[in-house]
């Protein structure tokens, strides 16, 4: 390979070549990018090589029958990667000062909220009628939404990561000079439930920890990545079954697959219809407030799609609604 110049290694790292090695790492072979990027195998193969030569490296294990990717191919895709969404950030940015509606907000949602109460509100935000620059008449808001459905720690990871926009039910305040704004959800109670047929339901209350211990609990996965997860309710050598979400969570529990408490006002219905038992523990009651939180971008006012957010959740009835409006989970 002939010594490359600085000039030559910015001119091929191009948004089309990060893009390029985006595709061919998750696609896995040279033949399927270039089916999804519209290209011949041929083409791909070309563009790879100027890449490797303008760069001076291998990107690819040409041993391999596999488009698998040596160290430093790898490090170009993770950082290729955040580049694009630095560059895909700068023309949101772009975009919001032109019109002042972002193209697209991202929402972190806690699994424990009732997702009924968050999809009325996407409801009323594509109901909206706006006026957009060039536009000939009121239309909906050109923001695109994304929803995350994420856990414990992960709620809260997204947000402080940039990966979300708003968080809606982390568990923690935002320590000072974060960048981030915090208000109060509300506060959320749990109650211990198993099901009719579950062994701990014949038991006399209230229930120990030793006794708990003797049977599987039902555990939510925190979705963090980065930050430490939490673990609430497992008992020292316990035997758990993880799950992924609440709603999963209660489909186990119904079941009598393991034990483990779950809020109030998702068991509450479930009680009534003999589908759950509540149980009385010498466990510490666990009740703790959640909170919505946002970034705020170089101290200036929230998008128009974050500001109507924003506006929804300082309602009470909204408020109350997300914590406890759990009729999706209902039979």
């Not at 910015?10 to 896995?28: K, Q, W």
């Not at 009628?129 to 060039?134: L, W």
């Not at 709603?247 to 697959?257: D, H, N, S, T, V």
Request: net charge neutral.
């Amino acid at each position: 390979m002939k010594s490359p110049q600085p000039g030559d290694r910015r001119n091929v790292l191009t948004p089309e070549a990060l893009t390029m090695m985006d595709v061919i790492a998750r696609s896995g072979s040279f033949a399927a990018a270039a089916r999804e990027l519209g290209k011949v195998p041929s083409a791909l193969t070309y563009s790879v090589r100027q890449l490797e030569d303008a760069l001076d490296v291998l990107l690819f294990d040409r041993s391999s029958r596999q488009a698998r990717l040596t160290a430093a191919g790898e490090e170009l895709l993770r950082e290729g990667r955040r580049l694009l969404t630095e560059m895909d950030a700068v023309a949101n940015r772009v975009r919001r000062v032109a019109t002042g509606w972002e193209t697209q907000l991202t929402i972190a949602f806690e699994t424990v909220l009732a997702p009924s109460a968050l999809f009325e509100l996407v409801e009323a935000f594509y109901a909206l009628q706006v006026e957009t620059p060039g536009g000939d008449r009121p239309s909906p808001p050109p923001t695109r939404l994304k929803l995350r459905d994420e856990a414990l720690s992960g709620t809260w990871e997204t947000l402080a990561t940039g990966e979300a926009d708003l968080a809606i039910g982390v568990a923690a305040e935002p320590q000072g000079g974060s960048g981030i704004e915090c208000e109060p959800l509300g506060e959320l109670e749990w109650c211990f439930a198993v099901a009719p047929h579950h062994p701990l339901a014949r038991l006399p209350e209230p229930l120990t920890p030793e006794v708990i211990a003797q049977h599987r609990i039902v555990a939510i996965a925190d979705s963090a990545h980065r930050f430490a997860p939490m673990t609430f309710g497992v008992q020292p050598g316990q035997d758990v079954l993880t799950v992924p979400s609440l709603a999963a969570k209660l489909e186990a529990q119904l079941r009598g697959l393991g034990c483990g408490s779950m809020p109030q006002s998702l068991v509450r219905r479930h009680v009534e219809a003999g589908r759950l038992v509540v149980k009385e523990t010498t466990l510490p009651p666990r009740r703790g407030t959640l909170h919505y939180a946002w970034r705020v971008s170089g101290g200036g006012a929230p998008g128009e799609a974050l500001s109507w957010w924003l506006s929804q959740l300082r309602s009470p009835k909204t408020r109350r609604a997300l914590l406890e409006q759990h009729v999706g989970l209902l039979f």
